[in-house]
């Protein structure tokens, strides 16, 4: 069954203000991606965070994760108008995995 | 130079035709993937090679068969395609297949149309 669940399906701000988005998944994991798609694109990775991590931050993105709580969220703070893309949440499956499962991802759009 | 290439972005088919996707990668990595991402936007992974060789197959119809060459190379062959198939299909490489080198690279995407 697919492993990560982003919520919102999809997210409307204006430019400057932040977004998060938030990941569950269901089983343990060795680490957690984030990855974006621009329309009409492949994935682009942003940032990994690994089990043992809490927090992560690359720019101005910051990156949290919960096992005790199987969730992730993904912050963007002060959005621009090239942040309008799609935004994937990707699990491995734990010990001996050897694939990414993706979410459904959400949808940003951020309005000048 | 692009990473991960893929050709052709765009294809227009009948049903029951055969197709080909090709995929290269410069990046000297291990690992090559195809994802097929369906129109709600879901990515689901069909098949992994670790040096020319198959490690994931998930379950896809034995129409479609991966080639992979050499390790640079994976190309996706669909048999008899079907109005079903229809989807974007994506090539994705990364250094190794687990852990914290699982970072994957992906190609820019075919869009496959099957009328």
């Known amino acids: 069954s697919q492993q990560g669940e982003e919520d919102p399906q999809a997210l409307s701000i204006q430019e400057g203000e932040n977004a998060t988005m938030n990941c569950s998944y269901k089983?343990?994991?060795?680490?957690l991606q984030w990855y974006r798609q621009n329309s009409g694109r492949g994935l682009v990775h942003l940032i990994l965070?690994?089990?043992?991590?809490r927090e992560k931050h690359s720019g101005r993105l910051r990156v949290t994760l919960d096992t005790s709580k199987k969730s992730s969220s993904l912050l963007i703070t002060a959005s621009r108008a090239a942040d309008t893309a799609s935004y994937f949440c990707a699990t491995d499956g734990g010990a001996g995995s050897y694939q990414l499962t993706f979410g459904k991802g959400t949808k940003l759009s951020v309005i000048p | 130079d692009t990473a991960v290439s893929q050709t052709p972005k765009y294809l227009v088919t009948q049903m029951g035709n055969d197709k080909s996707i090709k995929c290269e990668q410069n990046?000297?990595?291990?690992?090559m993937y195809w994802y097929k991402q369906d129109s709600k936007k879901f990515l689901k992974i069909m098949f992994s090679?670790?040096?020319?060789?198959?490690?994931i197959n998930e379950t896809v119809p034995n129409r479609f068969s991966p080639k992979s060459p050499d390790k640079a190379h994976l190309n996706l062959h669909i048999n008899s395609l079907e109005l079903g198939d229809s989807a974007v299909y994506f090539c994705a490489s990364s250094p190794l297949i687990s852990g914290a080198k699982n970072i994957q690279y992906f190609g820019a995407g075919t869009r496959l149309s099957v009328l």
């Open positions: 090679y670790n040096n020319k060789e198959l490690i």
């Open positions: 965070i690994r089990s043992n991590e």
């Open positions: 089983t343990s994991i060795n680490n």
């Open positions: 990046l000297g990595h291990d690992t």
